[in-house]
């Protein structure tokens, strides 16, 4: 695999993406993230997946030893955006492996995923209108990505949402009251929240789950 960057030296130009995350830094990700080539943005599912990312050593030429600095360190990054393919040539295309991140985040790689650490629970950002609820889920640790959710409400069974696009995952039918989430990620981790979302929530609202 291999790494470019993107956006401004300060990070800017990158806080929004393909994932429906809308503003990164307000989410807590900072500039730590990344863009995916298609080939392993899976059409969304891996959004929130985090990556260990460091530099490895090789000689360029005969007077480079390498592109690293010499302090090089491992980072983490979250999936966040799609690095779309070009017509010829890209380096995004499929099926090359690549990482575009934020210029402040840039290193020479080596890719391993790993395990997300986050502050909080997870988040639950609520839109949609009547007759059809779509949730932005983030947030999410340990493995980051979701593979699937199921939303139960006190007037209904366990219903499974389906991903409208990114982290977004939608309901058509019309929820009201406390919700509670069944959540599995891609290491199969099933993350459970009860009455994550309180009876009185609103559309552009914001919870979070009591459960990491």
């Not at 960057?5 to 990344?34: D, H, I, R, V, W």
């Not at 030893?65 to 499929?94: D, E, F, Q």
């Not at 959540?183 to 009860?194: A, K, M, Y």
């Amino acid at each position: 695999a291999h790494i470019t960057y993107y956006g401004s030296p300060n990070g800017g130009g990158t806080e929004g993406g393909a994932c429906g995350y809308q503003n990164t830094y307000s989410l807590g990700y900072g500039f730590m993230t990344a863009a995916l080539s298609s080939s392993l943005f899976q059409g969304g599912s891996s959004c929130g997946a985090c990556y260990q990312i460091r530099c490895e050593p090789i000689r360029v030429t005969r007077t480079v030893k390498n592109w690293c600095w010499s302090y090089s360190r491992t980072i983490t990054v979250t999936a966040i955006n799609l690095c779309p393919p070009r017509s010829s040539g890209g380096c995004c295309n499929p099926p090359l492996q690549h990482f575009d991140l934020p210029m402040p985040a840039f290193l020479s790689l080596a890719r391993r995923e790993v395990r997300s650490e986050k502050r909080g629970g997870i988040r639950f950002t609520m839109g949609g209108n009547l007759w059809f609820l779509t949730i932005l889920i983030h947030n999410v640790g340990g493995a980051g990505d979701v593979r699937s959710v199921r939303i139960k409400s006190p007037h209904s069974g366990l219903i499974s949402m389906y991903r409208n696009w990114g982290s977004l995952w939608t309901v058509r039918a019309r929820m009201s009251g406390a919700l509670f989430f069944m959540i599995t990620t891609s290491h199969g981790r099933v993350l459970i929240t009860r009455n994550a979302v309180g009876s009185g929530w609103r559309f552009g609202q914001t919870w979070e789950g009591n459960f990491p």
